[in-house]
């Protein structure tokens, strides 16, 4: 079974990805802004299902083969922190725009196409799958026993700091909205912060050893 301190370190990874603005964050304050908070949750529920599938592929055959080659885990493993730091260059390099600054231009759709936008929004988000693929194995102590169950509780206390997280951007979209445009430094140090986050964050995972 998972140690609590394991839950709680991924939990306070999973804190730290889902406040790092990325796909998800841009699309439901953007759906929440030009068509409302209802809207803005129905595509949440789009994205936890995203969730849900990455959770199923690690803890039913992703997370087992990583476990048992090695060097598909360090690919994967360099990869994923190759990928975050060009997230973190992203967010600070010359011209960059920050995610809080949300696309007004979205129509309005139906439930069902809200839905599946949240949902092919977070099963596209390369930042969920490194989440899944290179973070989740490191959280997973096959001496424990129960490597699948193991899995799926990581999991779902991903997807638990996720939805909430989200829930609240989803509800102060509007207000977070208007406090940043009216401060654009604030822009900037945002970006600044999301940076240094994920630089941390692919640091840690470039050093991280893999758990025998």
């Not at 990583?66 to 598909?72: E, Q």
């Not at 190759?82 to 995610?99: E, F, K, N, T, V």
């Not at 899995?151 to 979209?173: H, T, W």
């Amino acid at each position: 079974m998972v140690s609590y301190g394991n839950l709680a370190a991924f939990a306070l990874v999973a804190l730290g990805m889902v406040l790092t603005p990325g796909p998800n964050m841009i699309y439901l304050i953007g759906r929440s802004i030009t068509q409302g908070r209802l809207a803005g949750f129905i595509s949440l529920l789009g994205v936890v299902l995203g969730f849900v599938f990455y959770m199923l592929c690690a803890a039913f055959g992703l997370t087992a083969l990583l476990l048992a080659v090695p060097l598909a885990y360090e690919a994967i493993q360099w990869a994923g922190a190759a990928y975050l730091l060009w997230l973190a260059w992203s967010a600070i390099r010359p011209g960059a725009r920050s995610p809080l600054q949300p696309d007004r231009s979205l129509r309005h759709d139906r439930p069902g196409r809200l839905f599946a936008m949240g949902f092919l929004t977070n099963l596209l988000n390369p930042k969920i799958a490194v989440l899944y693929l290179s973070l989740l194995p490191q959280f997973i102590q096959p001496e424990q026993g129960y490597v699948l169950l193991q899995a799926v509780v990581l999991g779902l206390a991903q997807i638990a700091v996720s939805f909430s997280v989200n829930l609240a951007i989803v509800f102060a979209a509007g207000s977070v909205a208007l406090w940043f445009a009216t401060r654009p430094r604030w822009l900037v140090i945002q970006r600044w912060l999301m940076a240094t986050v994920l630089s941390a964050l692919a640091v840690r995972l470039a050093l991280e050893q893999r758990q025998a």
